[in-house]
């Protein structure tokens, strides 16, 4: 033990003797008097100052512990955060790149296919060009009076296949971009209903949890003498991610500035609404990142 922690004890004890010691000798020098003296009382405590510096110690540790377990907690719920932000940026990527590779090869094979048919069909006009050929020289050998004429119904003949191929091609042309435009159609009205339900399960989401933030606020509100039914007062709420208010101010007045500071001070009394964690980031940062609530006295418990 350290010396300091034996010197009040022995000062108390040097001042005890130095009592006792008066006493006495005064009731040897006045013997004579027959007067009974009443002993002092004194009263002596020690005090342990090396245990009272080891508790103060002892408490200081422990609230730097916590709060370093409450920055711990803080750093983990961002990386966190940060890692299914990561994860959910890498898989929109990957579902990207499958795509533009599967239309990749849709149009490959597309063109494909267009080519194999427009050969198939040289390959069919050649053949016919060949045989019509040589049909016209076998009649020509035979019957040189009728070469003529026949020139002619084989050219009208040409000239009524060519028409009729080009309003097939474009008939088949008419139809495929009618297809594609349905098609085309079809997909924007699926992702208009698939983008219609998700804003509506985000919207359900929020209201959930506007009713959780509402009923946090509500319960530490306390009415002013001055609130008055009819008042309205507007609170912009800035948010983390966590819960926590960052910010908070008066965005429209009610006219009595006792009764907005009863709602500001409701606000700070919650101070971390802790359910918001929950939240999926995107709700959040569309709907309570920055949210603007309205008191009215009537809302609100005395």
Same mark, same amino acid.
């Given at each position: 033990?350290?010396?300091?922690?034996?010197?009040?004890?022995?000062?108390?004890?040097?001042?005890?003797?130095?009592?006792?010691?008066?006493?006495?000798?005064?009731?040897?020098?006045e013997h004579h008097e027959e007067v009974r003296k009443t002993p002092r009382h004194v009263q002596a405590q020690v005090v342990d100052l090396k245990s009272q510096a080891a508790r103060k110690k002892a408490e200081t540790e422990?609230?730097?512990?916590?709060?370093?377990?409450?920055?711990?907690?803080?750093? /983990?719920?961002?990386?966190?955060? =940060? !890692?299914? $932000? %990561? &994860?959910?940026?890498? #898989?929109? @990527?990957?579902? +990207? *790149?499958?795509?533009?590779?599967?239309?990749?090869?849709?149009?490959?094979?597309?063109?494909?296919?267009?080519?194999?048919?427009?050969?198939?069909?040289?390959?069919?006009?050649?053949?016919?060009?060949?045989?019509? /050929?040589?049909?016209?020289?076998? =009649? !020509?050998? $035979? %019957? &040189?009076?009728?070469? #003529?004429? @026949?020139?002619? +119904? *084989?050219?009208?003949?040409?000239?009524?296949?060519?028409?009729?191929?080009?309003?097939?091609?474009?008939?088949?042309?008419?139809?495929?971009?009618?297809?594609?435009?349905?098609?085309?159609?079809?997909?924007?009205?699926?992702?208009?209903?698939?983008? =219609?339900?998700?804003?509506?399960?985000?919207?359900?989401?929020?209201?959930?949890?506007?009713?959780?933030?509402?009923?946090?606020?509500?319960?530490?509100?306390?009415?002013?003498?001055?609130?008055?039914?009819?008042?309205?007062?507007?609170?912009?709420?800035?948010?983390?991610?966590?819960?926590?208010?960052?910010?908070?101010?008066?965005?429209?007045?009610?006219?009595?500035?006792?009764?907005?500071?009863?709602?500001?001070?409701?606000?700070?009394?919650?101070?971390?609404?802790?359910?918001?964690?929950?939240?999926?980031?995107?709700?959040?940062?569309?709907?309570?990142?920055?949210?603007v609530l309205r008191f009215r006295p009537e809302d609100l418990r005395d």
């Amino acid at each position: 033990m350290r010396a300091g922690s034996y010197l009040v004890p022995t000062i108390l004890a040097v001042l005890l003797h130095g009592v006792v010691i008066v006493l006495l000798a005064q009731s040897w020098f006045e013997h004579h008097e027959e007067v009974r003296k009443t002993p002092r009382h004194v009263q002596a405590q020690v005090v342990d100052l090396k245990s009272q510096a080891a508790r103060k110690k002892a408490e200081t540790e422990a609230k730097a512990k916590e709060r370093a377990r409450q920055q711990r907690l803080a750093d /983990e719920q961002k990386k966190r955060e =940060a !890692e299914q $932000k %990561r &994860q959910q940026a890498l #898989k929109e @990527k990957q579902a +990207a *790149e499958k795509r533009k590779q599967e239309q990749a090869k849709q149009r490959a094979a597309e063109e494909k296919k267009r080519q194999q048919a427009a050969k198939k069909k040289a390959e069919q006009e050649k053949a016919k060009k060949a045989a019509a /050929e040589k049909q016209r020289k076998a =009649a !020509e050998a $035979k %019957r &040189q009076a009728e070469a #003529k004429r @026949k020139q002619e +119904a *084989e050219r009208k003949a040409a000239e009524a296949k060519a028409r009729a191929a080009k309003e097939k091609a474009a008939r088949e042309a008419k139809e495929a971009a009618e297809r594609k435009a349905r098609n085309e159609a079809l997909q924007r009205a699926m992702e208009a209903e698939e983008a =219609a339900l998700r804003a509506e399960e985000e919207r359900a989401s929020a209201m959930s949890y506007e009713a959780y933030v509402v009923e946090m606020i509500t319960r530490n509100w306390r009415r002013s003498p001055s609130a008055r039914n009819g008042m309205v007062v507007e609170v912009t709420v800035h948010l983390l991610p966590s819960g926590r208010v960052n910010d908070r101010y008066v965005s429209r007045s009610s006219g009595d500035s006792r009764f907005d500071n009863d709602a500001l001070r409701a606000i700070d009394r919650v101070g971390v609404f802790d359910k918001l964690q929950e939240m999926d980031s995107a709700v959040f940062d569309r709907y309570f990142r920055k949210r603007v609530l309205r008191f009215r006295p009537e809302d609100l418990r005395d």
